[in-house]
């Protein structure tokens, strides 16, 4: 699939895609959102020890 | 596949050193345009080729295709495509290319509305479009066309539209300026290639405006989103928002929810000077009779009838009686309104061969993008068979301070070489020029005279016709120029 992305598409702006997609958009968005910041939580612990 | 409005598809195809690659044609490294004499040709790499050929077999493409919104397209037999590529498309040709910041608002809402209505057709079919700009769309007449065949991939489940942030800029933000706050968005088109930046937008929409339709998501909320993710890369969000569920069923949500919104989407200017014009200009009903006489009989008579351009199209009179006679119109007229009020009406009768545009003649389309080659020049993209410049001089002569030789080599140069002028001199002494002439200082055009206008048009080619009109305060002119 080389080519396929030719154009910087904005990772904003495919984030907000999901937003303006209605409530299941505003979901995967949440999930999204959630996933990073539990993986930040997750990682201090380790980065500390 | 039989293909629709492909032009002449039986004729061979030149290579080699015929083709000359289309200087808009180079930000998507899968594929090429190329002109060979009048054919518009298409080189696939292998994958882009792959994606043809696929794009071909599927069930959504052939309706689109038969339907005219994407532009006719066949594959040449193999062998015919250039070193380094894998195969090679012809496609329809436009009859001619303009540029979105030649359109007026309901054009660009037309457009973007065929964009969608494409979009919303391949996704369930497993197809996506790479792009979303408003240069994937020309026209037939009042006809949108999608023309970037190239475009067209096989989608990535999980995947948003890699073309939104392009759509907003170059669609829904210019359609959201003039429908929102009334501020005409062909300057800002003109000025930066790319469209409107999502902060540029937030900064016109503050306060209340916040909450018109669109504005808060598409705008503000884009802009903060894409403000917080800069050090992103897209593929790690990709990454990101397939895991988190993005699908195909959200993509098509989106795209119905944007539909929706466009559609939803009206501008209606306010009353201007020109919008009133053919009522209010002076025309006495002899003249105009006397007027159309000498119009039709001139564009009956041209040797070639291919393209004639209205310069000055106002309501699309002259505009619509040489569309009886020619293959193509293309009517330019300055005020976006009046260019606005006459696509409506000419889409509502159904008229396919008249393409009217927004453009200032004192001011025309520069050559635009990279190295100012990337969006051909209007001078570029003329060559019309028959120039028509009615009641267009005095405008360009009094209202705007050009000198006489420099209008009638401006519009000797926009036709093509052989071609004809059907153009209107206003003496100094009618209402319509006086009331200009008040504006100015007393005796600033001494050569504004009809003799001098005259030993131009001799200047550039032979007067075949004249006639004044029965008010006597204006003459016609008919010239076969060069020679």
């Known amino acids: 699939m080389k080519h396929l992305a030719y154009l910087d598409a904005g990772s904003g702006s495919l984030i907000v895609q999901a937003v303006v997609g209605g409530i299941a958009g505003v979901a995967v968005a949440a999930k999204l959102y959630w996933r990073r910041l539990v993986s930040r939580f997750r990682r201090q612990p380790t980065d500390q020890s | 596949m039989a293909i629709p409005h492909l032009r002449d598809a039986a004729q061979p195809v030149p290579t080699g050193t015929d083709l000359r690659p289309e200087p808009g044609s180079f930000r998507d490294p899968a594929n090429q345009v190329f002109h060979a004499g009048q054919d518009v040709l298409r080189a696939l790499d292998e994958t882009a080729a792959a994606h043809w050929r696929a794009l071909a077999g599927s069930d959504f493409f052939p309706p689109l295709l038969a339907t005219g919104k994407v532009c006719g397209t066949e594959e040449l037999p193999p062998g015919t495509a250039p070193e380094r590529w894998a195969a090679m498309l012809r496609h329809e040709r436009i009859p001619f290319v303009s540029h979105p910041y030649e359109w007026s608002f309901a054009m660009l809402r037309d457009a973007a509305l065929l964009h969608l209505e494409i979009l919303r057709a391949a996704l369930p079919a497993g197809f ?31 995947e948003p539209w890699a073309g939104y942030r392009q759509f907003c800029q170059t669609l829904l933000y210019p359609l959201l300026l003039n429908a929102h706050i009334g501020v005409d968005f062909q300057p800002w088109l003109r ?24 504005v808060l998501t598409h705008v503000h909320l884009h802009g903060s989103v894409q403000r917080r993710n800069a050090g992103r890369s897209t593929a790690v969000v990709r990454e990101q928002l397939r895991d988190a569920g993005y699908s195909r069923e959200l993509a098509l949500a989106t795209v119905r929810g944007m539909e929706k919104l466009v559609r939803r989407l009206d501008h209606q200017p306010p009353e201007s000077h020109w919008v009133d014009y053919q009522r209010t200009c002076g025309y006495s009903e002899d003249d105009r009779a006397t007027k159309e006489r000498f119009v039709t009989a001139a564009l009956a008579s041209a040797p070639r009838r291919r393209l004639v351009l209205d310069l000055g199209a106002n309501d699309g009179r002259y505009a619509r009686l040489a569309a009886r006679h020619a293959g193509y119109v293309v009517a330019v007229e300055q005020d976006p309104a009046v260019v606005d009020r006459l696509y409506r009406t000419l889409r509502g009768e159904g008229e396919r061969r008249i393409l009217p545009l927004v453009m200032d003649l004192a001011d025309p389309s520069p050559g635009g993008g990279w190295r100012g080659r990337e969006r051909a020049s209007f001078a570029a993209r003329t060559g019309a068979d028959t120039v028509l410049a009615l009641a267009l001089v005095h405008h360009l002569a009094i209202g705007r301070n050009v000198p006489l030789p420099e209008v009638i080599s401006c519009l000797t140069a926009l036709a093509a070489p052989g071609g ?14 006086r009331r200009l002439l008040a504006n100015k200082p007393d005796g600033i055009f001494p050569d504004y005279r009809r003799d001098a206008f005259e030993a131009l048009l001799a200047a550039h080619g032979t007067v075949e016709q004249r006639l004044e009109l029965p008010s006597g305060s204006r003459t016609l002119y008919q010239v076969a120029l060069g020679g």
């Open chain 2, 420 to 433: 004809r002028l059907v153009v209107e001199f206003v003496h100094p002494e009618d209402p319509m020029a």
């Open chain 2, 191 to 214: 000025a930066r290639i790319d469209g409107i930046e999502p902060d540029q937008m937030g900064r016109l929409f503050r306060g209340t405006r916040r909450l018109l339709p669109g």
């Open chain 2, 128 to 158: 996506t479009t790479k792009d979303g700009s408003a240069y994937n769309l020309q026209w037939r007449g009042t006809d949108p066309i999608f023309i970037d065949v190239g475009s067209f991939a096989p989608l990535r489940e999980g």
